[in-house]
């Protein structure tokens, strides 16, 4: 684990589109600085499935709002949010305003823990944490990214069709980046990693040189 020395409170902004490996990086790094993680994405995953579970309408801003206002984003499950069914409520709650705001209070509240936090997702560097001071935008080419998600899908053991995920993978990034409400767009002062032809490893090792050098 690496120390902060005399930093407290450090917060690690992580941006980019679906399937560029931001998730597992961004784990990779809060564990290597032994730091808080938060998923931004499965907060309103979470937000969707409660409102799913209590047989509540998703088109009721304000239902919706309140019950994100009600999320608890210690007891986030990875396995259980990641359901297409999920996901798909999630996209319809997730334009609307007042969810947002609730939402991105929480996460800006999490940002706050000490010794440190990486958030990952669309907005972070942008709207929840402008100030971080380490902003990365993950990405990598739409090809690559439908055949990541391609493959895991496939290694669940489920039914999967490239040309299905690639079209998926490409109307997401069209509904990220087009929407009103924190479209998705790197910071101003962003570090680029484009992880189309970089492993894991290597993208860690990008990554922590940027961190280790703002931590100094």
Same mark, same amino acid.
């Given at each position: 684990?690496?120390?902060?020395?005399?930093?407290?409170?450090?917060?690690?902004?992580? #941006?980019?589109?679906?399937?560029?490996?931001?998730?597992?990086?961004?784990?990779?790094?809060?564990?290597?600085?032994?730091?808080?993680?938060?998923?931004?994405?499965?907060?309103?995953?979470?937000?969707?499935?409660?409102?799913? #579970?209590?047989?509540?309408?998703?088109?009721?801003?304000? !239902? =919706?709002?309140?019950? =994100?206002?009600? $999320?608890?984003?210690?007891?986030?499950?990875?396995?259980?949010?990641?359901?297409?069914?999920?996901?798909?409520?999630?996209?319809?709650?997730?334009?609307? +305003?007042?969810?947002?705001?609730?939402? $991105? %209070? =929480?996460?800006?509240?999490? *940002?706050r823990r000490e010794p440190g936090t990486v958030l990952d997702g669309r907005d972070i560097?942008? &709207?929840?944490?402008?100030?971080? +001071? &380490?902003?990365? /935008?993950?990405?990598?080419? +739409? %090809? &690559?990214?439908?055949?990541?998600? /391609?493959?895991?899908? !496939?290694?669940?053991?489920?039914?999967?069709? /490239?040309?299905? $995920?690639?079209?998926? $993978?490409?109307?997401?990034?069209?509904r990220d980046m087009g929407r009103a409400d924190s479209p998705l767009r790197p910071a101003?002062?962003?570090?680029?990693?484009?992880?189309?032809?970089? *492993?894991? %490893?290597?993208?860690?090792?990008?990554?922590?040189?940027?961190?280790?050098?703002?931590?100094?």
């Amino acid at each position: 684990m690496t120390t902060l020395g005399r930093n407290t409170n450090m917060i690690i902004a992580i #941006d980019g589109p679906a399937a560029a490996g931001k998730g597992t990086l961004s784990r990779q790094i809060a564990e290597a600085y032994g730091f808080h993680h938060l998923d931004t994405g499965l907060t309103y995953r979470a937000t969707a499935k409660a409102l799913i #579970d209590a047989g509540l309408a998703l088109d009721d801003e304000a !239902v =919706a709002e309140k019950v =994100a206002r009600e $999320v608890e984003l210690a007891g986030l499950d990875r396995d259980i949010l990641s359901a297409h069914d999920i996901g798909e409520a999630a996209s319809k709650i997730a334009v609307m +305003p007042s969810v947002r705001r609730a939402l $991105v %209070e =929480a996460q800006q509240a999490f *940002s706050r823990r000490e010794p440190g936090t990486v958030l990952d997702g669309r907005d972070i560097g942008t &709207v929840v944490c402008p100030n971080a +001071p &380490v902003k990365l /935008y993950v990405t990598a080419s +739409p %090809e &690559v990214r439908a055949r990541r998600r /391609y493959d895991e899908i !496939v290694a669940k053991g489920e039914m999967a069709d /490239y040309d299905h $995920v690639f079209a998926d $993978v490409k109307k997401r990034d069209e509904r990220d980046m087009g929407r009103a409400d924190s479209p998705l767009r790197p910071a101003s002062d962003a570090h680029l990693l484009d992880t189309s032809e970089m *492993s894991i %490893e290597a993208a860690f090792r990008a990554a922590k040189a940027i961190i280790d050098a703002a931590l100094k």
